[in-house]
């Protein structure tokens, strides 16, 4: 029996890096999980390593912000099992660009996907967990909600805004003993932090800076798996009395100067 035992768990953006990590961690754990994703190709890999290994799953693939299909897969998954447990915000996307070379487009499509969408899917899953009064709601944000590296504005406004958005969730659902909380890694070695084909996190400079010098304290890039525990945690029965909180889980990249 895992510690999450027969929960039905919604995980966006699980076709890859820490979404399927999250995916595969609450299967391993117990939990029914449906994956969405916007890549049908990627999605079908990590449905089938969780099918192979016994998990049991089910699989969406659609624009996380075409808001009436993603009405339909809430729909089916409470017609599929009956209940909805957990929801965890991670899909995200990132363009890169200074205030002086950023475009109006790209602002509005990374609101979209990173803050607009956690509202959506929230406000979709949020009626039915009232109806169990029991829920968990958790939002992938990241360190650069409350620290910029730059040339990402868009991406920190809308993580600072999940921040933001859980204390106020947690506030109007405490009462449906609905719990609302988010985790902040920190530099994650995903297919997000390929810049122009190259991996952010292998470079030179970062590996100087970051991991010789010890900026980040465990001298290494972090992995989805060393964020996917955290989450499994929110999701559990361990998690009881916390929400409107934040967990940051960065390697202590913030504790330094």
């Known amino acids: ?91 995200a ?49 990241s360190i650069q909600g409350f620290a910029a590296s730059g040339e990402a504005g868009a991406y920190n406004a809308a993580k600072g805004g999940i921040l933001a958005y859980t204390k106020s969730m947690a506030v109007e659902l405490g009462r449906y003993n609905i719990l609302v909380n988010a985790v902040a890694p920190g530099f994650m070695r995903t297919p997000m932090s390929f810049v122009d084909g190259v991996d952010e996190t292998t470079t030179p400079d970062f590996i100087e800076w970051y991991v010789n010098r010890h900026k980040v304290p465990m001298a290494r890039t972090g992995l989805p798996e060393d964020v996917s525990g955290t989450v499994v945690f929110l999701g559990s029965n361990y998690c009881r009395y916390m929400t409107g909180q934040l967990l940051v889980v960065d390697g202590g990249v913030m504790s330094t100067f």
């Open 1 to 91: 029996m895992g510690i999450l035992q027969d929960r039905v768990a919604i995980i966006t953006g699980g076709g890859q890096g820490l979404g399927a990590a999250i995916a595969r961690e609450y299967a391993r754990e117990g939990a029914i999980v449906a994956i969405l994703d916007i890549n049908p190709d990627t999605l079908a890999e990590v449905r089938q390593e969780i099918e192979s290994a016994g998990g049991i799953v089910r699989s969406y693939a659609f624009d996380i912000t075409d808001y009436e299909a993603y009405a339909r897969c809430v729909q089916d998954v409470i017609d599929w099992q009956g209940r909805i447990d957990i929801l965890v915000n991670n899909a």
């Open 93 to 141: 996307i990132a363009f890169y660009g200074t205030i002086l070379t950023d475009t109006l487009e790209n602002w509005r499509k990374q609101i979209a996907v990173n803050l607009e969408a956690v509202y959506m899917g929230s406000k979709l899953v949020a009626p039915h967990m009232v109806k169990q009064m029991n829920g968990r709601i958790i939002s992938i944000a």
